[in-house]
């Protein structure tokens, strides 16, 4: 199994690996706004949508058909509390747009999750290397508190830029807020830059 470490990326902030104001755990504490949603394998459909060439939609066996890289990362919460060394498997964020075909207009991305949760990102910053759709966790299938079936990770921003059972992304093009940025917090949430609120 291929490895890709990303925990460097740090460096390209001129940070520590600790972002300052976070301290480093080694649990993995769960955060959710509400509970956990149920899911239903037969009937999950995940959808590409918005500006792009062809919409996507997969169903979980499908999805699961989709190349995967395994990557090791750190994560980040808003709330204070970093976990280091998180190694997840999925699906590349740039995989699934370069299949849908990202119109020239598109400049923004909302992910959505069967909770009700949304949250945004630009294209460009959803088109790094670490963005990925995770279904595991160090080998095993992510676990339904942490977003399982599938969840997105975002290394280099809060964790709160990464949607738990997400079933959606849509290209836009202009910017949009999402749950948690509609309520004070930072839309560009960049860890070595305290963008925690806005
Ligand atoms: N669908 C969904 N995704 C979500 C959330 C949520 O409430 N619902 N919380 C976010 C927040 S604030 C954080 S810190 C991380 C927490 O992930 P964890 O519970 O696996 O630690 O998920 C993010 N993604
Ligand atoms: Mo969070």
Redesign the pocket.
């Known amino acids: 199994m291929s490895l890709t470490d990303v925990t460097d990326l740090h460096e390209e902030f001129d940070g520590d690996r600790l972002p300052p104001g976070q301290r480093e755990t080694s649990k993995?504490?769960?955060?959710?706004?509400?509970g956990t949603p149920d899911w239903d394998p037969e009937t999950w459909e995940f959808t590409v949508s918005g500006a792009v060439d062809d919409e996507l939609a997969f169903s979980w066996e499908a999805f699961r058909d989709l190349p995967t890289e395994t990557q090791r990362q750190d994560?980040h919460?808003?709330?204070g509390w970093s976990k280091f060394d998180c190694e997840f498997t999925g699906v590349p964020f740039a995989t699934l747009a370069e299949r849908a075909g990202v119109d020239d207009e598109a400049v923004h991305v909302m992910f959505s999750?069967?909770?009700g949760?949304t949250?945004d990102l630009t294209l460009e910053e959803c088109m790094r290397e670490e963005v990925l759709f995770v279904y595991e966790y160090d080998g095993e299938p992510l676990a339904r508190?942490?977003?399982g079936p599938l969840?997105v990770v975002t290394p280099h921003k809060?964790?709160?830029k990464?949607?738990?059972?997400?079933d959606g992304v849509e290209f836009l093009t202009e910017p949009e807020r999402g749950y948690?940025e509609k309520r004070g917090y930072s839309d560009t949430a960049n860890p070595w830059r305290e963008q925690r609120y806005s």
């Open positions: 993995f504490p769960v955060l959710s706004k509400g994560f919460c808003v709330t999750a069967l909770d949760y949250t508190e942490h977003g969840r809060y964790a709160y990464g949607a738990k059972w997400v948690w």
